[in-house]
Every structure is written in C-alpha cells, then in structure tokens.
C-alpha cells in the first residue's frame, strides 16, 4: 500500500476551554492509504502535548516506508509492524482509519454494515460548552442550541478558579438553556481531572440535583487510586477519559468507574476501539464515545461504531469555522453515518 | 430474510470417551438464511445434554418467524430479538454463522479478511485422543497421526477410574506416538472437569515432567473456587473450558486461570466469540479455540478467527465417516480457511 500524509488546519468557533488549558485549533493529518485503485482517508487529529502534527507525521512516515509491501486489509499484520515501530496513537488512528475506509469501500458496505450494526441504537451527541465564566457562559449556551439544535449538553467544570466558579458557570448554562427552549435538556459534567476527591464528591451532589446524567473524569489522570472514594460516594455514575486509553486499561478501573469514554485518537483507530467496548461490556461497564479536535472524517469514523455506546459526545466538528470534510450526517441531534462504502466520507 | 433448518447426522470414526461419557456422533442442524438472492451457512452442533437438535431446532423455528422483516446484515438487531426471546447458544451459533457467511458473500470477502486477520498466524490444532485403556491408546495415537499428519496431540484425562489409569493411558499416548514419528509432537491435556483440586495440582506435576503444554478445565464447572488453589501450584497454564461461555464470565476467572477456551456453540457465535477474545486479551489471558462435535461447516467458521488465538484445537471433522461439508483446508496441520467469500464452505 501507499501511505501518504497531508497536513490541513481546523479553526475553531468558539475556543474550547477546559481545565488543562484553552484550544483555538489545531494542525491535523489527512492519511491516504491506496492500494489496488482504491483510496482509504484517515485523520489523525492532536490528543495532547505530546501528539502534535509533527510527532505524528514522523510516525506515519516510518510507518509507510514499513508498509509498502502489506495490503491495507492486512490489519493484523499491520498492528504487528506498529507494535514493532511504537509511535503515537494518534497516528495510528489515522492510518486505522484510512485501513478501515479502505477496507469498506472495498467490500462495498459501509463500516457500520460490516459490523452488523443498526443506526437507529445512536443518541443524540451532546455539545461542548467549555469553561468560561458565567456572563460567556450566557452567551454560549443559546449560541449553541440555536445554531446546531442540540439538546444534550456537556459542560466542562474543573476550573482552576475553584468549585464557585464550576457552580456558577453550571447554573448559568441552565438558566441560558432554560430561556432558550421549552424542550427538555440532556446534561453532563467533565471536569477534565480537575477537582479533588472530596470536591468531586460535592460536586456529585450538587450536579446529581441540578438532573446532569454522569460525571467525567473527576481526578487527574494518575489519581485513580482515588476513584474508589469517589465511587463509593458519588449520586452520579462516573465515566473515566484520561485514565483510560485502551482495552487493557479496563480491568483496573472496572471496580472504580460506571463506564469509559473511548476516542479513537487514544486507542489508536477502530480496532482498539472495537475491544475497548468489548472489555468494557465484559465488566458491566457503561461506554461513551468523545473526540479530540477532530474534522467531520474521524467524527464520522467515531459515529460508525456509536451503535454500540451508551452515550455520544462526537461534536468538535460543529464547532469549526472550515470543516474540510463531508460525512456523517446532523440530524436531530445525531451524528449518523451515511450508507456510501467505506467511511463514506468526501473532501468539503 | 428466510431462516430455514435442517438435520444432518455425524457418525465419528472413533466414539469419543471424555470424564462425562461416550459420543459415537450427533444429529446437528444446517442453518440456511436467503436474503437477497445470497444465501448464507450455519450449523448447530450439540453442546451439552440441554442442547440438542430437537430443542435447537425449536428455538430456530421461533426466531425464523420474528426475522422475517430482518436483513442478515442486521446482526445487532437479530441479538436484541434473541435476548428477549433467549433459546440455547448452539441454536444462536447457526444461526450467526449463517448471518456471517451470508455478509462475507455479500462483501465478496472471506471473513478473516473483513476482520483484517492473517493466515500465518494459524498454528497448528491439536488431534484429540479420548479416555481409553492404555491398549487401545496405543492403537488409537498411531492411527490417528497417520491418517491426519499431525504432530500437536490433546489426551482427554479425567477418567471415572482414577489418577492410574489416567497416567497410564498418557504414558501410552506418549509412547505410541514415539513408536509413530521422529518428528517433535506437541501435548496438551484436557481433564474436563473429572480432578479434584489436590489431584489436579499433583497432576499438572506430573504433565509438566513430560513436556505438556497446559492443562484444560481441571476442576467441574462450578468448582471455580477452587481454581486459585490450583492456579498458585500448578507448573502448567490452566485454560478454562467448562467454566467459560461468553466474554462476561472473563472478568471473574482472570485472577486463577491462564487462559480460557473458546466454542462457537457456547458463545452462540462468532460475534460473541469476537468479544471473548478481546475480554480475554485485555486480561492478558491465553486464548484457544476448540469445537464440539462439528462438521467443516462450524470448524471452518472457528477457522475463521483463528489467526486471533494463541492454541487451536479444531479437529471434530477429522474424526467424522462422512462431513457432509468441504470448507477449511487441512494443510501442515493447521486448519485453513480458504479465499472464497462469507465462510466459504460448500456441500460435500
């Protein structure tokens, strides 16, 4: 195969705050992998500081020297190669998903009709209001539901400002959401590993009567230790983001979170994806689907396998100024996936 | 789609003594689903004394009325219809071998290759020997390694007489086998469940002096309380057979097994299987594969997945007078599916 790599630029709407720092946009990679006339796309978009653009370029590169003489439908051998090559997991989405394009448009069927799965199981996705203070806050939340119609939200607390900041910000979204529709409102709380046991405790409580459905990643990610007291305490299920990457991370946080979020960009593409969700339903586990920066292609590669998850956070690509990509589509508050082979997703 | 059953009879060439009983064949189920001009295989084999054809062919009768307004490419559809109407896991096996060839042929790809595996990671299987007197062991071994070429041998111990005879039959097997080759022959042990703990330990011992490889389900299901016992003292890997069924079962074994057996007629099929392994793998626990009395057709399917698996123990058709099906090719030892589409298995 042929592996190729293009870097292209997303702006943001809105910059995204949230507890470890704001982001206004980000330099992503469009991997092309072809291969008997066919040509599968994959994004690689930065998790964090150390998956930019150039690191993972870098990994892509070796890896393509690597995989001229494999065929993209070899996905186990090549997940050999890169176990041999280690490089970021972000780049090794982006090839995953170009392998897995690549392998749907060759089969002719959408990737959700090679897995068996049904587009009516998808929720809506919640939208992103990041940490601001309550007066930004005000503004925001109607900015959002007006323009993409969303009724589920998901706010990001932790501030470094403390836990008053985190009430007031949470009580405006309300308030806003509150004057801007009649319909009822889904909520969900990240803290992005910003509070502290006992904070996140109070917190729960204090989220747990204002209606918000869960709680994500409390601690900081190397804290889960902690998670037990949290647990034990909590109204709130918890679900874990940082703390967990890959399906072997599971076992340890079965007995410490209600559920993971899973993003492509940590485990490295679908197929790690596909066992993350196994291992965690194996435990009893809830599973949520969220993003990094990410274009409409690997938003659309997420939206392919959300079937299969309990709750959808897939909307970084509502919030771009220039969304190169076209694929999945807005509908009623989801984000489903097209019938075209493959990805099903085509240049803007 | 239409679901539409059969039977078909199994006579084995040598009636098989395990620590249960004796099994001289079986009457299974063919599996026939025809959507689409495309018609798909599957097979139902009897797993224990609840499942047999009469009572597969019942639960497939009800589920063929409530798929009729289902595509076989509906898989996750068809799983929420059979958990409200549950039946026995060897009916939902042919049932989703049948869904499974019949997506392959509607992607024009064998199934190894939607699922990205490679071929070479197949190792070889291992030819059973059951409970006999060391006698007929030594008549069996050379017979059985002869006509089937191979070198891998799992002797079936546990037996109704005692720790004697069972040392005395390996010794046999072993023996034999050396009268019978040059060549390496590699040896794995299956007591099915007929140990108890102490004897299990002193066992493993004795095994473990004369090059087996790892010991499968030591202890009854429903023993498993017992396993940490065997698992601190044991000097050879304990795979769970018995004890295992479906990926949730994982979670609680991984502290006192090494690995854990999978059968397509105990997960109900290769969706679940899918799930297993990856429970499994994200134990880091060993995987193999085995079968229950199983012609081409459902040991082809096995073959399938097994690139994913660290042992295989696919051998039911090599004991059959008369497989009505040809599917996976019987190459070097190992089972090999072939390139044609969905499981690519046609009538004898």
């Given at each position: 195969?042929?592996?190729?790599?293009?870097?292209?630029?997303?702006?943001?709407?809105?910059?995204?705050?949230?507890?470890?720092?704001?982001?206004?946009?980000?330099?992503?990679?469009?991997?092309?992998?072809?291969?008997?006339?066919?040509?599968?796309?994959?994004?690689?978009?930065?998790?964090?500081?150390?998956?930019?653009?150039?690191?993972?370029?870098?990994?892509?590169?070796?890896?393509?020297?690597?995989?001229?003489?494999?065929?993209?439908?070899?996905?186990?051998?090549?997940?050999?190669?890169?176990?041999?090559?280690?490089?970021?997991?972000?780049?090794?989405a982006g090839l995953d998903l170009a392998l897995h394009d690549w392998l749907g448009k060759r089969a002719g069927?959408?990737?959700?009709?090679?897995?068996?799965?049904?587009?009516?199981?998808?929720?809506?996705?919640?939208?992103?209001?990041?940490?601001?203070?309550?007066?930004?806050?005000?503004?925001?939340?109607?900015?959002?539901?007006?323009?993409?119609?969303?009724?589920?939200?998901?706010?990001?607390?932790?501030?470094?400002?403390?836990?008053?900041?985190?009430?007031?910000?949470?009580?405006?979204?309300?308030?806003?959401?509150?004057?801007?529709?009649?319909?009822?409102?889904?909520?969900?709380?990240?803290?992005?590993?910003?509070?502290?046991?006992?904070?996140a405790v109070a917190m729960a409580e204090w989220l747990a009567a204002r209606g918000v459905s869960y709680v994500?990643?409390?601690?900081?990610?190397?804290?889960?230790?902690?998670?037990?007291?949290?647990?034990?305490?909590?109204?709130?299920?918890?679900?874990?983001?940082?703390?967990?990457?890959?399906?072997?991370?599971?076992?340890?946080?079965?007995?410490?979170?209600?559920?993971?979020?899973?993003?492509?960009?940590?485990?490295?593409?679908?197929?790690?994806?596909?066992?993350?969700?196994?291992?965690?339903?194996?435990?009893?586990?809830?599973?949520?689907?969220?993003?990094?920066?990410?274009?409409?292609?690997?938003?659309?590669?997420?939206?392919?396998?959300?079937?299969?998850?309990?709750?959808?956070?897939?909307?970084?690509?509502?919030?771009?100024?220039?969304?190169?990509?076209?694929?999945?589509?807005?509908?009623?508050?989801?984000?489903?996936?097209?019938?075209?082979?493959?990805?099903?997703?085509?240049?803007?």
């Amino acid at each position: 195969m042929r592996v190729t790599i293009e870097r292209f630029e997303l702006r943001k709407r809105h910059a995204l705050t949230i507890s470890r720092g704001t982001i206004t946009g980000s330099v992503n990679l469009l991997v092309r992998v072809t291969h008997d006339g066919i040509t599968g796309l994959g994004e690689m978009a930065p998790g964090d500081v150390r998956e930019t653009a150039d690191a993972a370029e870098a990994d892509l590169a070796a890896w393509a020297t690597l995989l001229e003489d494999v065929a993209p439908w070899e996905q186990q051998r090549v997940e050999s190669i890169l176990a041999e090559h280690a490089g970021r997991s972000a780049a090794a989405a982006g090839l995953d998903l170009a392998l897995h394009d690549w392998l749907g448009k060759r089969a002719g069927l959408p990737l959700w009709r090679l897995w068996g799965l049904s587009l009516d199981r998808i929720v809506p996705t919640s939208l992103t209001v990041g940490i601001n203070p309550p007066d930004v806050v005000r503004d925001k939340v109607p900015e959002i539901m007006t323009r993409t119609g969303a009724r589920v939200l998901k706010v990001k607390l932790g501030s470094p400002e403390g836990l008053d900041h985190d009430r007031a910000s949470f009580a405006a979204a309300q308030e806003a959401a509150a004057a801007t529709t009649d319909d009822e409102v889904g909520w969900r709380v990240d803290a992005n590993g910003g509070w502290e046991p006992e904070a996140a405790v109070a917190m729960a409580e204090w989220l747990a009567a204002r209606g918000v459905s869960y709680v994500e990643q409390p601690l900081a990610r190397g804290r889960e230790d902690d998670l037990p007291y949290v647990f034990a305490r909590s109204p709130l299920p918890i679900y874990a983001d940082e703390s967990v990457r890959v399906a072997a991370d599971v076992p340890a946080l079965a007995d410490r979170v209600h559920g993971v979020n899973l993003k492509l960009m940590k485990t490295g593409g679908l197929r790690e994806a596909l066992r993350l969700v196994h291992a965690a339903r194996a435990h009893g586990l809830g599973v949520m689907i969220g993003c990094m920066g990410e274009s409409s292609l690997s938003i659309t590669a997420g939206a392919h396998l959300s079937p299969l998850v309990d709750h959808v956070d897939l909307d970084s690509h509502l919030n771009l100024l220039d969304d190169p990509f076209v694929g999945a589509s807005w509908t009623g508050g989801r984000v489903v996936p097209n019938d075209r082979p493959g990805l099903g997703v085509v240049p803007a």
